[in-house]
C-alpha cells in the first residue's frame, strides 16, 4: 500500500472503532482522513471523531453544521454551493451534468 492509498469499501464512520484506526497506523499508515458526502453527526458522534486518531472528517455543507461540528479540531467542511449552481445552470441550459465529474 502506497503512502496515499485510499482504504475503499470502508463502513460507514460510526461502524469503525477507535482502536481499529489505531492498527491502521500502527499498521503504517501515515494519517487517517474520512471523507463523508452527508455529515450527519449526531448523538456522541462529534466527540468520538474529536478524541479519535482522524487527522480530519471532511464533510459537504449538505447539511448544516452543527456548533459542536464548527468546534471539532479534526472536522473540516467544504462547500458545494458552486458545484450545485453550475449543475442548475447545466439542467436550465440542457447541457450534460455528468461531465462536471470527469
Known amino acids: 500500500m502506497s503512502e496515499h492509498t485510499?482504504?475503499?469499501?470502508?463502513?460507514?464512520?460510526?461502524?469503525?472503532?477507535?482502536?481499529?484506526?489505531?492498527?491502521?497506523?500502527?499498521s503504517g499508515a501515515s494519517g487517517?482522513?474520512?471523507?463523508?458526502?452527508?455529515?450527519?453527526l449526531s448523538g456522541d458522534a462529534v466527540s468520538r471523531v474529536a478524541e479519535s486518531p482522524i487527522q480530519a472528517l471532511v464533510i459537504t455543507d449538505s447539511i448544516v453544521a452543527t456548533d459542536p461540528v464548527r468546534a471539532a479540531h479534526n472536522i473540516r467542511q467544504l462547500t458545494i454551493a458552486p458545484l450545485m449552481g453550475e449543475a442548475i445552470r447545466r439542467i436550465s441550459e440542457e447541457r450534460s451534468v455528468s461531465s462536471l465529474f470527469n
Open 6 to 26: 485510499p482504504v475503499n469499501e470502508a463502513p460507514p464512520i460510526r461502524q469503525v472503532s477507535a482502536p481499529e484506526l489505531k492498527a491502521l497506523i500502527e
Open 32 to 40: 487517517v482522513y474520512a471523507y463523508v458526502t452527508h455529515g450527519v
